[in-house]
């Protein structure tokens, strides 16, 4: 993606000084590349993307169309998953709240819920017994020991009797079939994936089950720009590297089963972080007591990435550009810590254009009705513009309330 003085003049005239582009090749090229690395090892794999880093309507229909799962955690992303032409039976709904009504139909449609607490395994039993005619599929989440100093809140223990509990209605319920076992992590380092791994292998030899499918969830490190790589204390594995660590396990263990299920991962920023770049304009640019300060309209809530300076790239845009030491660039809120990159070196004008690179995880999805509502996203991918989402209006953000 390619961006220059010329197509930003043009996109300001139409959709304003602040916007998000997309870039669904790449993402697509993402996902196939992900894919084809634990494919290699383990061949019998499939990629369940995660909703909740970004789920863009576009990007969502891409990971349907390309066959890969709809991994959502509320009703309200399984109605996006739905409106985007995902079969229920290819949605995997997580999570530890599920609405009971909407949790119900899903389950009578054929979608499959992982059962994540001893209250939702109860209310599953009820829906079993109120719908005998149907099959029903079911997967449990599972947290044990990586080794990562996180004790996860998601799953049941495997040590506990809760967890027996489940196995057990899993298996011997008539109309439930087991279908998954699901873990959950959150840290991205790769020294826990073989961990995560093993402890699964580990508990399907303990259990005897070996379920159509095995998902050990997400937690990778996407594809970054130098600068922000440099800024990890961590080495930033590539997808080959996580493959390795983790399918290799897998493909050991399942080589002289008579039985090879289906190995499934649930990636979000691996695959979308540098699918998406937001552009502001510098509104001002002031000097408070020795130290330089540019205004953007945009803001940090826009790229959702704190701690770090994010990759940027400043398009001249016919001003007359001074050269600059340690200046922030802070965002149109009134929050102190609003800080979009600090200590920046190097020219600047007023109008000039600031591009924000590896912002598409939890940037939109994250974004709150704060101060002012959120900017177009727009595809650029093609030789005319798409409008993935408009502006908002005051309206959108407004109607809701009683004046």
């Known amino acids: 993606m390619r961006i220059d003085k010329y197509m930003i003049e043009k996109l300001r005239v139409e959709y304003g000084d602040a916007f998000y582009l997309l870039d669904s090749e790449q993402f697509q090229n993402n996902f196939k590349e992900l894919k084809r690395a634990f494919s290699k090892i383990y061949p019998n794999f499939n990629i369940a993307y995660s909703y909740k880093t970004n789920y863009t309507p576009k990007f969502c229909r891409l990971i349907n169309e ?3 799962y709809a991994e959502v955690v509320s009703e309200m992303e399984l109605e996006i998953a739905r409106r985007v032409g995902c079969r229920a039976a290819r949605i995997i709904w997580n999570g530890p709240i599920k609405n009971e009504k909407i949790a119900e139909e899903f389950m009578c449609e054929g979608g499959t819920i992982n059962i994540d ?5 109860e209310f599953i039993k009820q829906v079993a017994a109120r719908h005998e005619d ?9 947290n044990y020991e990586v080794g990562d100093g996180v004790v996860s809140r998601f799953g049941f223990d495997t040590e506990s009797e809760d967890f027996v509990q489940a196995v057990r209605f899993a298996t011997t319920t008539k109309n439930v079939k ?12 790769i020294e826990y994936w073989p961990t995560r791994a093993k402890g699964m292998v580990a508990l399907i030899d303990r259990l005897g089950i070996i379920p159509e499918r095995i998902d050990i969830g997400g937690g990778l490190f996407g594809k970054m720009a130098d600068s922000l790589k440099a800024q990890f204390t961590n080495e930033i594995p590539d997808y080959d590297a996580y493959a390795q660590a983790a399918a290799t396990i897998f493909a050991d263990y399942f080589k002289e089963k008579y ?15 540098d699918c998406m770049k937001f552009v502001g304009t510098v509104k001002n640019i002031k000097n408070v007591r020795g130290k330089y300060i540019a205004t953007v309209l945009g803001s940090q809530k826009n790229i959702s990435m704190s701690g770090v300076n994010p990759p940027i790239d400043i398009i001249a845009m016919g001003g007359v550009q001074k050269d600059y030491e340690n200046l922030d660039f802070v965002g149109f809120t009134c929050i102190e810590g609003d800080v979009l990159y600090h200590n920046y070196n190097g020219m600047l004008a007023h109008e000039d ?5 590896n912002c598409g995880s939890y940037s939109l999805v994250m974004k709150p009705p704060f101060i002012l509502p959120n900017f177009p996203v ?16 005051f309206d959108d953000l407004f109607q809701t309330y009683n004046f």
């Open 353 to 357: 254009a600031i591009v924000i690179s």
């Open 378 to 393: 727009l595809d650029i991918c093609e030789a005319k513009p798409q409008v993935i989402k408009r502006g908002e209006t």
């Open 134 to 142: 149907k099959m029903l599929t079911v997967g449990i989440r599972c």
């Open 66 to 68: 390309m066959g890969g």
């Open 259 to 273: 039985k090879k299920p289906e190995l499934v991962i649930e990636p979000g920023s691996a695959i979308v972080g």
């Open 178 to 189: 087991l279908i998954n076992f699901q873990a959950h992590f959150a840290k991205r380092q």
């Open 117 to 121: 607490n001893i209250e939702e395994l």
